[in-house]
């Protein structure tokens, strides 16, 4: 009971709204149909960056944890890596680990399952 949304909005309060390129957020589909995303409906926002780095570790990650989002991903195409944000607090994410290609990635949400790093980067 898992909804992948692309590139749709998630209400971040204050009249905000970011449109991630990847949050899974809980229950199907059809429940988004009539509404925006909230926090509490989301447990994972990727973020695909090359020259937006900055901003989405910066920007995007402090507002990712204050809004109480548990995951945030970034994949680093400049980097080729994977960056996990975890542990949410008001001043940002506590937990961040880096991740190389070879590596994989447990899902937190998801039990365990795991996510092979290689298969988030575009090939060379």
């Known amino acids: 009971d898992w909804s992948v949304r692309e590139e749709k909005a998630l209400a971040l309060g204050d009249r905000r709204e970011r449109y991630p390129d990847v ?3 809980r229950g199907g589909d ?16 990727i973020e695909v960056s090359d020259t937006t780095l900055a901003t989405d570790r910066d920007v995007k990650g402090l ?13 680093n195409l400049t980097d080729r890596s994977l960056e996990v944000y975890r542990e949410p607090t ?15 990635v447990p899902v937190e949400f998801a039990g365990s399952a795991l996510v092979a790093v290689a298969d988030l980067l575009p090939l060379h």
């Open 63 to 75: 507002e990712y944890a204050v809004a109480g989002i548990p995951e945030y991903w970034i994949v």
């Open 90 to 104: 008001p001043s940002g994410y506590g937990l961040r680990t880096i991740f190389a290609p070879g590596d994989q």
């Open 30 to 45: 059809a429940e988004y149909d009539d509404r925006i995303a909230e926090p509490a409906d989301v447990v994972l926002v």
């Open 23 to 25: 949050a899974v957020a």
